[in-house]
């Protein structure tokens, strides 16, 4: 019930930044769509991303962690844990108290979502520091109060008379009507949440819930241990490696093993390892290299094989058949039928093209080996026979620096929400590191919206990869009625820190009604730290992640909603990476990239034409089949005695696959996904057809449409999660026919084309 959350030869063209003319050299007039300039606000972007600074912090106020005065030291942010338990405990004796009141039963919706809030708040937070805050002590207090109130909520989770006083709540059809639709989806997600968690069971039961909860969630850890552990290396002769490409690396590892007088060991993951993956022309170096990155320990097997057993006996005890029958009921798909639908649609519709591009790439082995008939492709000549190329641009730009991006992204939002990014000072002790950029989002009728935090450079004991943090989500607070919680006088200093934590939180927005607690989010990347005398340049996949992760803090800026379990990204998993993966097509427009000049005021509307990489179709292939082994792997198949993840694997692969399983490899204990996308690994393929149907229909034409940005922002955006997903897909794109969400809808979206038009995308 009570959750948190956290969230990859073309025709010439010209880019000249003075002027932003995108030249075509096929002679066909040119349109051009005035846009807005950049304002003062958007080119200080550039100024405070791309100017080395070793502190922007003002000198005038000092504060502690997003400007909690009382957050200053870790023990603070301990003993705001100690007061936040005191203080829900106090609410969920009052929503107990609930049936003896009705003007209590009609505040009980209202007080979950309060009481999960307050713990979410202190636990989100908590999460951050342990991932970025640089000090150890500040990590040690984080991971205190994380453990503290997660196991508080692990209580409510399983608190049978919480649920059902709920049960009271939505039973009552007098009380239900005067329920919101955000209420009414609310109280459904509580009740959802109870019900996965055995609340429904005899105490026996419910013990065994939560002794196979605890067994999964070792297990996983142990799992993931063992995502990056290999087997033995491989062993690779010298004469195996002439006619290495890569002369300098290629060189040093030939005279290293004529200086040692043995065969080299090459290690899965490592520099050498995907140098001879990609250009050793000697076909038994690559085998040897890909059957050591894909093998498996017999313990790393078995943590698998028990995790995916104990999952299954935890559906069956809440009375469903499978794990993925259980996880799949709250999303898009419903069932594990309709996801095996989908992706049998999309399969179809992806092996036209795999199989084109495995046909060229067995003429190009044909070649290389001088065979009389077409070889087959086999699962280590994927990258040698179609190296990876670097991301590209859909047409040609200057270096692009992080100021300069940032930039665009402002006047982007500014064409279509008319919302801007608007870089502020932060107050001594407000942050937790110097890189960090605090950014205002600001709306052009209600002002400032929420925040965004900016944690972009790489630096030693930051977690690593780029993400999304939400600190805090948006929910209505001028209806808590606090006075109700019942707090005694002698509590009153022992909550202190709390309520002052929550009031920190509170705003009035200008021409709206109400008290709202503003959205914060944190963006976590891993990006080069600024030169001496010039801002970090981005590569284009850089870029894109920027992007990818700024879709997801507008949903949250957006998504602002009066109860915070539906605010923004708290969405069906299957939902929501729509708005992060929509944002990676605007990178494919001309137009939008003009934004990056900010002396533009006019530019070409025509689509930029970049390369394709002729062997996408067939890793979205592989991508599918992935997803389809997941989906088997939550299935009750793996109760039968005789399962075998690997044997599962390898069928799967020689039944559906276009490359042959390889006799001796255990992939499966690699998928690191196993673990924090169990049973809806499909998710991304889904909101990749979604996002690019959405592109295609409503944004491509022109894509700094203020009435197309204002839908999408009305429709899509601002419900959050308090709206079947279904019912915004079917508005946006006008196709009612999807509105039911039922197999045929995902039959549909499995027939819809995955785009391979992002450039940057691998």
């Known amino acids: 019930m009570f959750t948190h959350h956290v969230l990859s030869s073309p025709a010439r063209r010209v880019f000249r930044f003075r002027g932003c003319l995108f030249a075509k050299n096929d002679g066909v007039h040119r349109r051009y769509a005035h846009t807005i300039p950049a304002s003062s606000q958007d080119k200080a972007l550039i100024t405070i991303f791309d100017r080395p600074r070793t502190t922007h912090k003002s000198t005038i106020s000092s504060t502690g962690l997003f400007g909690h005065r009382n957050l200053t030291t870790p023990n603070e942010l301990v003993a705001l844990a100690d007061a936040t338990v005191i203080r829900a405990q106090l609410l969920t004796d009052r929503i107990l108290r609930a049936k003896e009141s009705r003007r209590e039963l009609l505040l009980v919706v209202k007080n979950l979502d309060r009481l999960s809030d307050l713990l ?52 009552d059809p007098t009380i239900v009507k005067t329920l919101p639709p955000e209420a009414h ?56 490696l002439a006619g290495l490409k890569d002369q300098g690396l290629g060189v040093r590892l030939r ?104 046909e060229a790439l067995s003429v190009r082995k044909q070649n290389h080996l001088n065979t009389p008939s077409l070889p087959t492709i086999q699962a280590w000549d994927r990258d040698f026979y179609c190296p990876p190329e670097p991301p590209a641009p859909p047409v040609a730009l200057p270096p692009l620096t992080l100021g300069t991006v940032f930039m665009g992204l402002s006047r982007l939002f500014r064409h279509l929400y008319g919302i801007s990014l608007r870089p502020v000072d932060v107050s001594s002790g407000e942050v937790w590191h110097p890189d960090v950029t605090k950014l205002e989002v600001v709306d052009e009728q209600n002002g400032v919206i929420g925040w965004i935090y900016a944690d972009l450079f790489a630096r030693p004991g930051k977690a690593n990869g ?229 592109w295609r229909n409503v944004f491509s034409a022109d894509p700094l449409e203020r009435a197309t940005g204002e839908k999408y922002k009305r429709e899509v955006l601002g419900y959050g999660g308090g709206k079947d997903p279904w019912k915004m897909v079917s508005t946006l794109l006008n196709a009612p026919q999807l509105e039911s969400g039922d197999a045929e809808a995902m039959r549909e979206v499995g027939r819809w084309r995955i785009e391979d038009d992002i450039p940057g995308r691998h």
């Open 466 to 694: 780029a993400a999304h943090y939400t600190v805090r989500c948006s929910r209505r607070t001028d209806d808590d009625d606090e006075l109700g919680d019942g707090v005694s006088p002698e509590l009153e200093g022992q909550i202190a820190l709390s309520r002052e934590f929550e009031a920190v939180k509170r705003h009035k927005l200008p021409n709206q009604d109400g008290v709202y607690q503003l959205p914060l989010v944190v963006l976590l990347c891993e990006f080069a730290r600024p030169a001496a005398q010039a801002g970090t340049i981005l590569q284009w996949h850089e870029v894109t992640t920027l992007w990818h992760e700024m879709g997801h803090a507008m949903h949250s800026m957006v998504g602002r909603t009066d109860y915070q379990n539906v605010s923004g990204t708290r969405c069906a998993t299957d939902f929501v990476e729509l708005p992060s993966i929509l944002m990676e097509h605007f990178l494919t427009s001309p137009t939008v990239l003009s934004l990056f000049d900010a002396e533009s005021t006019s530019v070409d509307r025509q689509s930029g034409n970049h390369h394709e990489d002729p062997c996408h179709s067939i890793d979205t292939y592989s991508q599918i089949l992935l997803a389809a082994l997941d989906q088997m792997y939550h299935s009750p198949t793996v109760l039968e005695h005789n399962f075998d993840s690997t044997a599962e694997l390898a069928r799967l692969h020689n039944t559906r696959g276009l490359i042959p399983h390889v006799p001796g490899t255990s992939f499966q204990t690699h998928f690191g996904h196993l673990v924090g996308y169990a049973a809806t690994y499909y998710s991304y393929l889904f909101d990749r057809a979604i996002a690019s149907r959405v």
């Open 120 to 171: 979410c708040g202190v636990i989100d937070l908590a999460e951050l520091v342990q991932n970025a805050h640089p000090d150890v002590k500040w990590i040690e207090a984080a991971n205190f109060a994380h453990e503290k109130l997660c196991n508080y909520m692990n209580v409510l989770n399983t608190h049978t008379e919480l649920y059902s006083v709920l049960k009271v709540v939505l039973s």
């Open 255 to 358: 005279l290293q093993a004529r200086f040692t007088q043995r065969d080299l060991l090459v290690y899965p993951g490592s520099i050498q390892a995907q140098m001879i993956m990609r250009d050793a022309p000697a076909e038994e170096a690559r085998r040897r290299v890909y059957i050591a990155s894909n093998s498996s320990t017999p313990d790393q097997i078995e943590v698998l094989d028990n995790l995916l057993r104990s999952r299954a006996e935890l559906a069956q005890l809440v009375g469903k058949s499978s794990f993925a029958q259980m996880t799949l009921d709250d999303k898009m798909a419903k069932s594990p039928e309709n996801v095996g639908y989908f992706l049998d649609a999309l399969l179809d519709h992806t092996r036209p093209a795999a199989r084109s591009a495995l």
């Open 185 to 240: 989806a609310t109280a459904l997600i509580f009740s959802r949440d109870f019900e996965s968690s055995a609340i429904d069971l005899p105490p026996a039961k419910r013990d065994k819930f939560v002794s196979l909860s605890s067994e999964i969630l070792l297990l996983g850890r142990k799992f993931l241990q063992g995502v990056t552990t290999f087997g033995p290396p491989a062993t690779i002769k010298p004469s195996e």
